[in-house]
């Protein structure tokens, strides 16, 4: 039976700039790589890949009311969210990253929030009428309303799975209620812990950090071209990548959580909903953009009967 999943995070477009190095100040660099737009939003990639993949997903987030604000509704009208609440905001722009990527794969970023900064707990309190079989967090919107829709799932026994990342808003995750999943990326893992989580002694080293900060069955690291590490406190499991020509990794980790979210709900089991958001997350790197990287559950069925880790 399909699950219905309320989505609460950040809508926005990305800026991608691709250039050999950064300019000093005063200086100007010509590039001859073409810039993009890539749409998503950490919480709008979620909702696509989800719906993609089979699930109901409903978005509660908030958008500017210009052409960045349009567009993106336009993707997630397109890709079949449930957007009864998601709101407009004539009187600000939609959010806005810009990522300046240079040849030595050295990233920058700057982040607008924009109509996301604006997005209230009183909006994820009215999106809990969808009445959904699960909750699925990212910490792109202020923190007091991530914790209420958190609040309000743990008072009706709906798990939780969070997707942590960068977050300009730094996070108080001891302050949250348990969660079922808790997915951080290496970056924000070794902000939490002072530990990169690369192999697999630095992966145990920082899960085990984390579990004495942040309260969740599971614990599954995104560690980029390595694939996924869970730990629950008792056992450890290394989810191996699978080697992929890469084209663009933008939402990679946002699709990953997401597609892992769908099979975990699907099956119970930990270890297959890791392998099968390793699946997903190789076939959007292979692809150019953000939420449109996303696949499907067919997609991604027929990428695990095809090849092996």
């Known amino acids: 039976m399909k699950k219905k999943i309320l989505v609460v995070g950040s809508v926005g477009m990305t800026l991608l700039l691709l250039t050999h190095r950064v300019p000093e100040a005063g200086e100007w660099v010509t590039e001859s790589d073409p810039y993009g737009y890539l749409a998503g939003g950490r919480g709008g990639t979620a909702a696509v890949a989800l719906t993609r993949l089979g699930a109901d ?26 957007r009864r609440f998601l709101h407009m905001d004539g009187t ?48 792109g919107v202020p923190f007091e309303t991530v914790s209420a ?63 004495k900060l942040v309260r969740a069955r599971y614990y599954v690291l995104k560690i980029g071209d390595r694939g996924s590490y869970v730990y629950d406190g008792k056992f450890c499991h290394l989810a191996s990548a699978y080697n992929i020509r890469v084209k663009d990794t933008t939402g990679a980790g946002d699709i990953f959580t997401a597609a892992m979210t769908c099979s975990y709900l699907e099956c119970g089991d930990i270890r297959t909903a890791c392998a099968y958001g390793n699946a997903a997350a190789a076939i959007a790197i292979a692809r150019v953009g953000a939420a449109v990287a996303a696949p499907t559950d067919a997609e991604v069925r027929e990428f695990l009967a095809t090849h092996k880790v």
């Open 57 to 82: 997903a409903v978005l509660s987030a908030r958008l500017g009311g210009d052409t960045n604000g349009n567009r993106l509704l336009k993707l997630l009208e397109e890709s079949g969210v449930d």
């Open 92 to 139: 600000q722009n939609s959010g806005l990253s810009v990522v300046l990527r240079e040849a030595s794969g050295t990233t920058r970023t700057i982040c607008y929030p924009g109509a996301n900064a604006g997005h209230s707990p009183r909006a994820v309190e009215e999106a809990f009428a969808c009445e959904p079989d699960a909750l699925y967090v990212e910490f």
């Open 149 to 211: 829709a958190m609040n309000i799932a743990t008072e009706r026994g709906i798990p939780i799975i969070a997707n942590a990342a960068s977050s300009i808003y730094n996070p108080d995750y001891a302050k949250l209620p348990p969660m079922e999943i808790f997915s951080p990326d290496a970056e924000e893992a070794e902000r939490l812990t002072g530990t990169r989580p690369a192999g697999t002694a630095s992966c145990l080293t920082a899960a085990h950090e984390i579990s």
